[in-house]
Structures are given as structure tokens and as C-alpha cells.
């Protein structure tokens, strides 16, 4: 069964270009999530979609935004590009619908960089 | 300011010995979960703990969850070069998880 598959792997933006990363779900899975990675701060939520409807965001700005298709697949949209934004973005996704209990799978991670 | 913070941020032990990495929170969570990510790769779920008090173990790898369920530890037994990575705790709650700074293990050969 292939993985979560994330493109592309890596990114070189200059700042106040924008961005778009794309996430491929484990088939069968109809959530997706998304989450930023940084040294400094971890892993951070950005949001998550079940059935192209976004059910939770996390404290991110309005640059950051997401969507999902009707076949499960995501993606995320930066605008305006900050150096602050250069990280590791997840995407994972999951099996099960469950609001409180549902395991992540987890892509490999697009690598952006904004110089 | 994290949700969960762990302990200790670093860690970095001789082939064969033990090691635990503690995750602690104010929060009360209805499952916590442990991660292990490798360089240059995404995390891999190792186990979910739900119950108060419960206890896993995975092989070598022994997770513990408090009876209040704010905290968790996970405990690796003779360590190997394998166990090297960063370990992540995570709380699942409202379509997300919460992550912990992580801890970076690295097991000397």
C-alpha cells in the first residue's frame, strides 16, 4: 500500500512569491492534516480536512490556507512569503474519523525554503 | 509555550544501556500518541495510549500513560543504533494533535 506522498520535496521561494504544496493520502483515507516543522517551534497544526470540509485550523495567519478534493487529496496554498515561513511541511493522513483518537501516516515532507 | 513538554530535550546513551523520555502536561488528553521521526523523514506513529494507567510495550519499548492522562513516558530497554531519532509525544483532541518539543536520542555504537 504506497505511503503519503507529498510534492515536491523541495522548494526555493523568494519572499513575497507564494506556494503550493501538494498531498497525495493513503488510499482509503479521507482525512488530511497538515502541520509546519520548525527547530525552533516543533511541530505545528496548520489544519485539517475530512470530506473537503475543513473541521479545524490552527493559529496561523490568512496567508496559509488549505483545501481538499473528492478524492482526499490536499493541498496548501502560502501567500506572500516570509523568511519566517521556511520549514518542513507535513501533510498526514488518516483512516478513521474519530475527533479525538485518530493515529496519523505521515509523508516525507516538502522542504521550503524563502531567501 | 507547548502544550506537552518533554524531557530531556537531549539524549545520548551507549549501545546496550537504558533510556526515558518523559512528556508532561496541565492538560487532560483523551489519547496520547508516540512518534519517532528520522532525519529527512516524516514521523512514524510507534503507539497509541488511551486508558489512565495503561501500559504498552512494543519489544524493547515499554509507554506509559499517568492515571490522569496529562503525562506519558516511554522507556527503551538495551538500547541500538537504531533507536536513534527524534521522539515525538502528541496529544490527540478536537481533528488534531498537539505535539511535544520532541526528544533527540542518539545511541552510541
Known amino acids: 500500500k504506497a505511503g503519503v506522498t507529498q510534492t515536491p520535496r523541495y522548494l526555493i521561494k523568494t519572499r513575497g512569491q507564494q506556494v503550493t504544496l501538494s498531498c497525495s493520502p493513503i488510499?482509503?483515507?479521507?482525512?488530511v492534516s497538515w502541520y509546519q516543522q520548525t527547530p525552533g517551534q516543533g511541530l505545528q497544526f496548520l489544519f485539517e480536512?475530512?470530506?473537503?470540509?475543513?473541521?479545524n485550523k490552527g493559529n496561523f495567519p490568512g496567508r496559509f490556507s488549505g483545501r481538499q478534493f473528492s478524492n482526499s487529496r490536499s493541498e496548501m496554498n502560502v501567500s506572500t512569503l516570509e523568511l519566517g515561513d521556511s520549514a518542513l511541511y507535513l501533510c498526514?493522513?488518516?483512516?478513521?474519523?474519530?475527533?479525538?483518537?485518530?493515529?496519523?501516516?505521515f509523508g516525507n515532507g516538502t522542504r521550503l525554503t524563502v531567501t | 509555550t507547548q502544550l506537552l513538554e518533554q524531557s530531556p530535550q537531549f539524549l545520548s546513551i551507549q549501545e546496550g544501556e537504558n533510556l526515558t523520555v518523559y512528556c508532561n502536561s496541565s492538560?487532560?488528553?483523551?489519547?496520547l500518541q508516540w512518534y519517532r521521526q528520522e532525519p529527512g523523514e516524516g514521523p512514524v506513529l510507534l503507539v497509541t495510549?488511551?486508558?489512565?494507567?495503561e501500559v504498552k510495550k512494543l519489544k524493547r519499548l515499554t509507554f506509559q500513560f499517568g492515571d490522569a492522562r496529562k503525562d506519558s513516558s516511554l522507556h527503551i530497554t538495551a538500547a541500538q543504533t537504531g533507536d536513534t531519532g527524534l521522539y515525538l509525544c502528541?496529544?490527540?483532541?478536537?481533528?488534531?494533535?498537539?505535539f511535544g518539543a520532541g526528544t533527540t536520542v542518539t545511541v552510541r555504537a
Open positions: 502528541a496529544g490527540a483532541g478536537d481533528y488534531k494533535l498537539s
Open positions: 498526514a493522513s488518516s483512516l478513521a474519523a474519530d475527533r479525538y483518537n485518530s493515529p496519523l501516516h
Open positions: 492538560s487532560v488528553f483523551s489519547s
Open positions: 495510549v488511551v486508558t489512565g494507567g
Open positions: 480536512y475530512f470530506s473537503e470540509t475543513q473541521r
Open positions: 488510499s482509503g483515507h479521507r482525512s
